[in-house]
């Protein structure tokens, strides 16, 4: 079993909103990555966690706040967006932790975020 | 520091005739390439991937790419296009302690949007 899922595919907020993405994988992945997608442009890498610890966050502003509660489940929690922040929202995951890994990197569907 | 090119933001091929996707890398270091490919408003799905083993690779829904370190090139092909493959096609690179960089880098192409013309 190679899926990553994520939940919900569709989220639509408010900039005074705060809501939740979840992504979830049972493959005994040791890293976990979150990327931001927008139309017509390459995912651009936000976190990734090895082993449940931020391994790297790549100056992402302060209203995305990830969290790893355990090796399978991984949350980025949303606060005060603005409505540049509309994108895809994928979640990845790969068998190897950082900093050794080049593994294969397994994606999920993403969440379709739409900030009003 | 690495680079990944794509050299065409769109292909269009008729259904039947190969496909050739181009990828362009700079590295200091053995770099992992992969290629993902992308249906509208999905994720991302492994198509195949080199990580200094045969240079030539082959994928799912036959595709192949070859690894040419002199041309520091990745492109993908296919011999004969299927309409399903239209779609997002993005090259990655990775690097990490394991190639000999200090820390772990991953780079996407900007990526080529294959059209299949019936």
């Known amino acids: 079993d190679t899926e990553v899922t994520q939940t919900p595919k569709h989220l639509v907020m408010g900039m005074t909103n705060k809501k939740s993405l979840k992504c979830e994988q049972h493959m005994g992945h040791r890293a976990m990555y979150w990327y931001k997608q927008k139309a017509k442009k390459p995912p651009e890498l936000m976190f990734v966690y090895s082993y449940e610890k931020l391994s790297i966050n790549e100056s992402v502003p302060s209203r995305f706040s990830p969290e790893c509660p355990n090796s399978s489940l991984l949350n980025l929690h949303l606060h005060a967006l603005q409505p540049e922040d509309s994108a895809l929202y994928l979640c990845?995951?790969?068998?190897?932790?950082?900093?050794?890994?080049?593994?294969?990197?397994?994606f999920g569907p993403g969440t379709r975020l739409t900030v009003l | 520091a690495q680079s990944v090119t794509q050299l065409d933001s769109h292909v269009s091929v008729s259904e039947g005739t190969p496909v050739l996707l181009r990828c362009n890398y700079s590295?200091?270091?053995?770099?992992?390439l992969f290629w993902y490919v992308q249906h509208p408003n999905k994720g991302l799905q492994l198509l195949l991937k080199?990580?200094?083993?045969?240079?030539l690779v082959k994928g799912i829904n036959g595709f192949e790419a070859e690894f040419k370190k002199s041309e520091t090139s990745f492109h993908l092909t296919k011999p004969s296009a299927h309409m399903s493959d239209a779609a997002e096609y993005f090259c990655?690179?990775?690097?990490?302690?394991?190639?000999?960089?200090?820390?772990?880098?991953?780079?996407f192409g900007k990526g080529t949007k294959l059209s299949v013309i019936p």
């Open positions: 990845a995951s790969s068998q190897l932790a950082l900093p050794g890994t080049r593994d294969t990197q397994y």
């Open positions: 990655v690179v990775i690097l990490s302690s394991y190639s000999g960089a200090g820390s772990y880098q991953l780079t």
């Open positions: 590295s200091s270091y053995s770099p992992s």
């Open positions: 080199y990580t200094s083993a045969a240079t």
